[in-house]
């Protein structure tokens, strides 16, 4: 699936159809919710995305965040106009704007290739689900959105599932935690390593990726931001753990609970599993009520969240969760002579007319056998190599043309599944299909 030397997916056919079952899953739950999917570039305006993902971080912050971002260069390797799509929120917020009425709720949702560079900077294809609900500010949405996530991952499969919760507070909340926290990681510098050090002293949110073992990589043990919350905070957080708990869904408040992106305000959360003893975030998102002022000036409250799809694809491919589909009837057409392809076509032309799933062989031209052996189950070796390329590809039904048969307005159409044959007038070939469709549908 996933080319490690490129770094890009390619999906072939022994993994299509599962991606396109989960896919059809997700979009048959999300319409129960009446959420709409929408369909962006991947060609994203390079500075309309610069700005709306670094519009609430700082210099330091916003330069890391940038750094992940894969643009399309020039050959000079100046820096283009167009970046290749790392997330889907800007996108949707701007194209909300253009038709967002006050009091009016938007129910989004999108899914796809989207792309990055990683930790070596190296580029990287990623394939995600992002659920919007933009509108309402109501503590419902919020609950709707993480009830929703949740439903996600049992339907598909997800054995598990934990709900971890957390508050970032308000703009007024987080200043005095900020200011605290800040504190904490000057007191305990010696403890952190320099990335970490600037990092966090950006952003005390912030969701750093140090491997030293000797650093503290997090605020883990530093201020609360719980300890901060201002009274309305403080109850719209309460109550959200009271839905959740009447939702009886799984979960625990993570006091430190961090994201990379500083836009989210309020409610956070992250959607956990267990898998091979480790534990895995398969997804999470937030609140964002202030992002959408600053990158389209008009307020839209809005809550999300996404999915990594590559994640938990890989997930339910190890533990064979995927059951393929029962085997479509179909029929496989061949000929033992040279000159028939035409009729091939034309009956395979006929068959898709019913909406019979037709395979043409790959052996086309036979040289003609000096005396022509007779035609049965057994029969020569081409007749057995055709049979046994049928029942490959799990045919029900062979239809063998041959010169001698034709010339007597015939074709042999042998039924794989009952195990007889019979030579059938040329005009009475479809009907017989169609007999032999039906009744297997029966069977």
Avoid at 142 to 157: F, P, Q
Avoid at 194 to 221: E, G, I, Q, V, W
Avoid at 378 to 383: R, S
Wanted: aromatic share 10%.
């Amino acid at each position: 699936m996933l080319n490690n030397n490129r770094r890009f997916h390619e999906f072939m056919p022994e993994d299509v159809w599962k991606w396109k079952s989960m896919e059809h899953h997700i979009d048959s739950i999300l319409a129960l919710y009446n959420y709409q999917e929408i369909r962006l570039s991947v060609l994203q305006d390079y500075k309309v995305l610069h700005y709306g993902i670094t519009a609430l971080l700082d210099d330091q912050e916003a330069d890391n965040v940038v750094k992940q971002v894969l643009n399309l260069c020039a050959p000079d390797d100046n820096i283009s106009l167009l970046s290749l799509r790392p997330e889907g929120t800007i996108s949707v917020l701007h194209h909300t704007a253009k038709i967002f009425e006050p009091d009016k709720t938007h129910r989004l949702y999108y899914h796809g290739p989207m792309f990055r560079k990683d930790k070596d900077l190296k580029p990287m294809e990623f394939y995600q689900l992002g659920v919007e609900l933009l509108g309402s500010d109501s503590i419902l949405s919020e609950n709707e959105i993480i009830a929703l996530g949740m439903k996600l991952c049992n339907e598909l499969g997800l054995a598990k599932v934990k709900l971890e919760i957390n508050s970032y507070g308000c703009e007024v909340c987080r200043r005095p935690f900020f200011a605290e926290v800040r504190h904490f990681i000057e007191e305990h510098k010696d403890n952190y390593c320099a990335d970490c050090y600037d990092s966090l002293m950006t952003n005390p949110l912030a969701k750093t990726k140090c491997n030293d073992p000797d650093c503290f990589h997090t605020t883990r043990k530093g201020p609360r931001i719980q300890d901060y919350l201002c009274p309305k905070c403080k109850e719209n957080f309460a109550k959200v753990k009271k839905i959740q708990a009447n939702l009886t869904n799984d979960f625990s408040v993570n006091h430190h609970l961090f994201k990379n992106f500083a836009y989210y305000n309020e409610t956070v959360f992250d959607f956990v599993t267990e898998h091979n003893e480790k534990k895995i975030v398969i997804g999470g998102g937030g609140r964002y009520d202030y992002l959408s002022t600053l990158i389209t000036g008009k307020m839209i409250p809005a809550v999300g969240f996404y999915l990594n799809l590559d994640v938990i694809f890989s997930i339910l491919d190890e533990r064979r969760a995927f059951i393929p589909h029962k085997q479509q009837f179909s029929v496989y057409v061949c000929t033992q002579s040279n000159d028939l392809e035409i009729m091939m076509l034309q009956i395979a032309q006929e068959l898709h007319s019913h909406g019979i799933v037709s395979i043409l062989s790959p052996i086309i031209s036979i040289p003609d056998p000096p005396s022509p052996p007779p035609l049965d189950y057994k029969g020569t070796p081409t007749t057995s190599m055709e049979i046994d390329n049928a029942s490959k590809q799990q045919c029900s039904v062979i239809i063998i043309l041959r010169d001698e048969n034709i010339l007597e307005g015939k074709a042999l159409i042998r039924n794989l599944n009952k195990g007889y044959q019979n030579y059938v007038p040329l005009n009475q070939i479809i009907p017989e299909i169609l007999l032999a469709r039906k009744a297997l549908q029966q069977h």
